[in-house]
């Protein structure tokens, strides 16, 4: 596949790290390197009674640990996506992920489309290599595929990101005949899929998952997870799963931008794979959101029912709720503050103007206790109320 076309002119030209290039021959033991700044192990302050500590000290691969990259592998595969450590890159969580895509295909003469509303975080990024962020009509299914294509013919896009499962900001879930309607019509018109997964295993009802990366037949595609929303955000480990034709390019930016992510990171996360706890923890994790989740829609019902608009989110951690006419997003959120209540209004995940802008509020039930989330739905009604 030549991705040429996609590649901005200073990264089609970028050349690889010399040392990052060699740094393979210097782990082979019978080598003895004079390259390379690597410091002496020996010297290092010892911490045995942490291993895994122990086993991060040194400089390692700009690609990641090679057994955090099989466990990916594995991780991936689970979801349908058949690929191999080769065309795996460890990030410093998928916000980096989103930055070194960025570096590689966007400049100041690119349009890339995304959903509205969409991941604010990912806008900031795409707008700081100049890039024009161009949002597309989206509705409870996802993307719609008719305002894509006219986007497509419009705009000649380098990309188009997608957050098919339980979006950020809008909770929304790509049915499979959407999934499949884009996939098509990505090949047909060859363009490159930024597939942004973070929030899948936040599951609560029924619903189809299929990452569209696996529908694709030949457009060029880039598949994102991370381990923030399911383990630990503070550790920032996530991945970019790439068709062939990325891969070296994608780890020459990473190479350039951070050399590699924190190997103790990587190293913890690959430990808790391996200790086969994972299943039982996302269980834990979707019962606790779920019955979370429950408790807000029941209380954003009895308390706001007649003046709100929203849909129950299948999984992930938002709730998108349409404020009633007239009533400003920054308004609430001044005003529940005073009662100690933080909102977050939906202006900034519109990437582009738009007469929604100020009408939606975003509501995380992740980190509340069901107690919590009683106490502010209220506040937050009082405050709807008195506005409305
Ligand atoms: N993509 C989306 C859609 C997100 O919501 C987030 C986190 N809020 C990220 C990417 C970044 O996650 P990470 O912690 O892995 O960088």
Redesign the pocket.
């Known amino acids: 596949m030549d991705i040429s076309h996609l590649l901005t002119p200073h990264s089609r030209n970028m050349e690889a790290s010399l040392v990052r290039e060699l740094l393979h021959y210097s782990q082979q033991p019978d080598v003895l390197s004079l390259a390379g700044g690597l410091p002496d192990e020996s010297l290092m302050p010892a911490y045995p009674e942490l291993k895994p500590l122990t086993d991060s000290r040194q400089y390692g691969p700009s690609e990641g640990e090679k057994d955090l990259r099989e466990c990916i592998v594995s991780i991936v595969a689970d979801r349908g996506i058949e690929t191999f450590t080769d065309n795996v890159l460890v990030?410093?969580?998928?916000?980096?992920?989103?930055d070194i895509v960025s570096r590689l295909i966007l400049d100041d003469s690119s349009t890339i489309l995304t959903e509205q509303p969409?991941?604010l975080?990912?806008c900031q990024v795409f707008k700081l290599q100049g890039a024009k962020v161009q949002d597309v009509l989206s509705d409870a299914e996802g993307m719609s595929v008719s305002a894509l294509r006219d986007a497509i013919e419009k705009y000649r896009p380098k990309a188009v990101y997608l957050?098919p499962n339980f979006?950020?900001p809008a909770g929304h879930c790509y049915s499979l005949l959407r999934r499949r309607e884009i996939a098509a019509l990505l090949d047909e018109q060859n363009i490159l899929l930024i597939e942004?997964?973070?929030?899948r295993d936040l599951c609560y009802d029924s619903v189809d998952l299929t990452p569209i990366s696996t529908l694709i037949k030949q457009a060029p595609w880039l598949y994102?997870?991370?381990?923030?929303?399911v383990l630990w955000?503070g550790l920032?480990?996530?991945y970019i799963v790439s068709c062939d034709a990325f891969s070296p390019y994608l780890v020459k930016v990473k190479q350039a931008v951070d050399l590699h992510t924190n190997r103790l990171a990587q190293n913890m996360i690959t430990h808790f794979f391996k200790s086969g706890q994972y299943p039982d923890h996302v269980t834990k994790l979707q019962k606790a959101y779920k019955e979370k989740r429950d408790v807000m829609a029941d209380a954003l019902n009895v308390e706001l029912g007649d003046l709100i608009e929203f849909s129950l989110p299948a999984g992930g951690m938002f709730f998108w709720v349409k404020l009633p006419e007239g009533v400003s997003s920054q308004l609430v959120l001044t005003e529940a503050l005073k009662d100690k209540v933080l909102v977050l209004p939906g202006t900034p995940f519109f990437p582009c103007e738009s007469s929604l802008e100020d009408a939606f509020l975003r509501l995380s039930f992740a980190r509340v206790s069901p107690t919590q989330i009683l106490k502010a739905i209220k506040v937050l009604a009082k405050v709807i109320r008195q506005l409305a």
């Open positions: 990030t410093n969580g998928s916000q980096q992920g989103l969409t991941y975080a990912a957050i979006q950020n942004d997964d973070p929030y994102m997870g991370s381990f923030s929303k955000p920032r480990t996530g």
